[in-house]
């Protein structure tokens, strides 16, 4: 081993103070990696030592767990999370926190900011020990790691040709009181983009079953996770999200999109051979999905036009969300109700992207009813078991709030917006269809809408404005 403890855990140790690990813990974990009893104890003395780092956390309550009053506890215990006691027994739960005086289109408004620190889901987040790496890159991949980018960014160390130092970055930005923080956005974004060159020369093949290697290349994301959270715990960077954001609506928050990065989906593990735990497809599935929804509560996109990159896609891939929520259902087994969940993500992503983008800025991130708004999800026949825990009253209304909120946003831009973002052509074909174009699935909505019973004054509305998009289409028909 060339690693130390401090290049898995956090430099100085403080994870382990503030995550509460008991002194036995400590020197076991010590001694599993080849030091003695004595060596063990003096760092578990260490550890206690460490002046400053709060303590609010247990091994194995989930960092960042959402749940209310989070945000009213000082920024330094937000990652202590709300506990497991905070996660819901049942997805339905989740509606009495969305729609806390009725279901009204007022309580998932684009013009709203759902707060997603305080909101508590139906899926407990990893816990601490599923943010540490199971092998240090530096050990995994050697000097190929040293010697990249990813290790030279963060402090400096290794031969790559860059003079970027996170860490004094950040430190600098504390010295001078934050001012200047939102200079180093570009550097956090190399580091971000040095984590997918690292990871994208390496993807597995598909049909790999070599645990071992999608372990070590899973591992790599986790490093830059954790180290993240060092960064931003150590320098106090949490409770500066608008400084590096003056326009975000949230208060406290990360920069970049580091969790979304790390799953198991965009690191092109393979299904059945990810390493993580017993290496089933439901451990894919549940990573993958649990770390977009780290991402959506540290780092949203802060309904900012400067925050979102890579033609959209970040720091949330929101189709993908969607379909890692249809296949929380599936590969459980269960066919677990997930229709809260999906109507707490339309919400949000709905909101992010009220940011003042039109969608005839497409792949910049801006309003779009495909990617962002895609309501027609709420009649999808892939989540057709999202909504039998619930009457069909509550399912009418519900999806006539989020329809009324939609169209409210849609009406703000010409039949032009679209053709300018090739959302839609005006002599476009149109089937109706589920998962095809803007269109087909706008065509694909309607007549299931009003098969639940949606306000047919409603229906007309969405019914007006598809007509002027697409002119060719008949609105009686529809």
């Known amino acids: 081993m060339r690693a130390h403890c401090m290049d898995c855990h956090a430099q100085d140790g403080r994870d382990l103070k503030y995550f509460n690990y008991s002194n036995r813990a400590i020197i076991e974990a010590a001694r599993s990696h080849g030091l003695s009893q004595e060596e063990g104890e003096k760092i578990a003395s260490y550890i206690r030592s460490l002046k400053g780092v709060p303590t609010p956390e247990r091994p194995w309550n989930p960092p960042y767990q959402p749940g209310p009053g989070l945000?009213?506890?000082?920024?330094?215990?937000?990652?202590?999370?709300?506990?497991?006691?905070?996660?819901?027994?049942?997805?339905?739960?989740?509606?009495?926190?969305?729609?806390?005086?009725g279901i009204t289109p007022e309580a998932v408004a684009t013009t709203g900011s759902l707060n997603v620190r305080e909101t508590p889901i139906p899926i407990q987040l990893p816990d601490w020990n599923h943010w540490l790496p199971t092998h240090h890159p530096v050990d995994a991949w050697g000097d190929d790691f040293y010697?990249?980018?990813?290790?030279?960014?963060?402090?400096?160390?290794?031969?790559?040709?860059?003079?970027?130092?996170?860490?004094?970055?950040?430190?600098?930005?504390?010295?001078?009181?934050?001012?200047?923080?939102?200079?180093?956005?570009?550097?956090?974004?190399?580091?971000?983009?040095?984590?997918?060159h690292f990871v994208s020369a390496r993807y597995p093949d598909p049909a790999s079953t070599d645990t071992v290697y999608s372990r070590k290349l899973y591992a790599v994301g986790q490093w830059q996770l954790t180290k993240m959270w060092e960064l931003m715990q150590e320098f106090e960077l949490e409770g500066h999200a608008?400084?590096?954001?003056?326009?975000?609506?949230?208060?406290?928050?990360?920069?970049?999109?580091?969790?979304?990065?790390?799953?198991?989906?965009?690191?092109?593990?393979?299904?059945?051979?990810?390493?993580?735990?017993?290496?089933?497809r439901l451990m894919h599935t549940y990573f993958s999905m649990a770390w977009y929804q780290v991402q959506l509560i540290l780092f949203s996109g802060n309904h900012t036009q400067d925050s979102v990159s890579r033609?959209?896609?970040?720091?949330?891939?929101?189709?993908?969300?969607?379909?890692?929520?249809?296949?929380?259902?599936?590969?459980?087994?269960?066919?677990?109700?997930?229709?809260?969940?999906?109507?707490?993500?339309?919400?949000?992503?709905?909101?992010?992207?009220?940011?003042?983008?039109?969608?005839?800025?497409?792949?910049?991130?801006?309003?779009?009813?495909?990617?962002?708004?895609?309501?027609?999800?709420?009649?999808?026949?892939?989540?057709?078991?999202?909504?039998?825990?619930?009457?069909?009253?509550?399912?009418?209304q519900i999806l006539e709030a989020l329809l009324t909120t939609w169209m409210d946003k849609n009406l703000q831009y010409t039949p032009q917006h679209w053709y300018d973002g090739r959302w839609a052509r005006p002599d476009e074909p149109l089937m109706a269809l589920p998962d095809g174009s803007m269109g087909e699935q706008i065509k694909y909505l309607i007549p299931k809408a009003r098969e639940l019973g949606v306000d047919p004054l409603l229906l007309q509305r969405i019914i007006t404005w598809a007509q002027g998009i697409w002119p060719q289409e008949n609105g009686e028909a529809l």
């Open 147 to 196: 010697n990249h980018a990813l290790n030279k960014l963060y402090n400096g160390e290794g031969s790559a040709p860059k003079t970027v130092n996170l860490r004094a970055d950040f430190l600098a930005a504390r010295t001078d009181g934050y001012t200047t923080l939102s200079r180093y956005r570009h550097d956090v974004g190399e580091w971000q983009l040095a984590l997918y």
């Open 311 to 396: 033609n959209g896609q970040r720091p949330l891939d929101w189709p993908y969300v969607h379909g890692f929520l249809k296949d929380m259902t599936v590969d459980t087994g269960t066919q677990a109700p997930t229709g809260a969940w999906l109507v707490y993500w339309l919400t949000k992503a709905m909101q992010v992207h009220d940011n003042g983008l039109g969608p005839e800025t497409r792949g910049s991130g801006g309003w779009n009813t495909k990617n962002v708004g895609n309501v027609t999800l709420l009649v999808n026949p892939a989540f057709r078991w999202g909504w039998t825990d619930i009457s069909s009253t509550e399912r009418r």
């Open 71 to 101: 945000d009213s506890k000082p920024v330094s215990e937000w990652a202590a999370g709300a506990g497991v006691d905070a996660v819901l027994e049942r997805d339905k739960d989740l509606y009495a926190f969305l729609f806390p005086s």
């Open 242 to 280: 608008r400084d590096m954001y003056p326009a975000s609506r949230e208060t406290r928050g990360w920069f970049d999109h580091i969790a979304f990065d790390i799953s198991p989906n965009i690191m092109h593990l393979p299904r059945t051979s990810t390493g993580i735990n017993n290496s089933t």
